[in-house]
């Protein structure tokens, strides 16, 4: 069973806040938040196989929806669907490095956060196909007639 570790945690952020100056106003720290959010978006492009395979259906789906002359609704659609797999995958990550930064050893709590947070991204991808086979089977239907 793994041991558990006490971990001592301030709970006001004051004096971290202040120390980062994530507090102060300004165009420096608007451009410290995009670097930080580029950060994590190369990171998972790097790391994670399944976000590269999203970004390929993505690309491919925007080439259909080109192709088949979709309407600005069912671009909606399509785009708000791809960024939903986009952000779960991304929040799947970054669940599973946390885990992975709490505990290497074998834990079920562990496994229940990172079996979970990947269920979130199967429905999501699950609900993305239903959608885009709404918008795209009757295209393809049409070909046919």
């Known amino acids: 069973m793994a041991s558990k ?5 301030e709970i006001s952020r004051g004096k971290y806040v202040e120390e980062q ?24 492009y790097i790391h994670e196989q399944s976000l590269i395979l999203h970004v390929i259906v993505m690309i491919i789906i925007i080439a ?3 192709g ?8 909606v ?6 960024a939903l797999i986009l952000v779960t995958e991304l929040f799947n990550t970054s669940i599973e490095a946390v885990v ?3 505990t290497q050893e074998y834990h079920p709590l562990a496994k229940v956060a990172k079996d979970t947070a990947s269920a979130a ?5 699950m609900m993305a196909l239903g ?9 393809i239907m049409s070909i046919f007639r």
């Open 68 to 75: 088949f002359k979709i309407t600005p609704i069912q671009w």
């Open 121 to 125: 991204c199967f429905v999501a991808d």
């Open 100 to 102: 992975d930064m709490v």
């Open 5 to 9: 570790k006490k971990v001592k945690v």
């Open 64 to 66: 259909c929806g080109f």
């Open 21 to 44: 100056g994530f507090k102060k106003l300004g165009f420096k720290r608007i451009l410290r938040s995009f670097k930080y959010s580029f950060d994590g978006l190369k990171y998972a």
């Open 131 to 139: 959608m885009w086979l709404v918008v795209f089977i009757p295209k």
């Open 77 to 82: 659609i399509t785009l708000v669907m791809g």
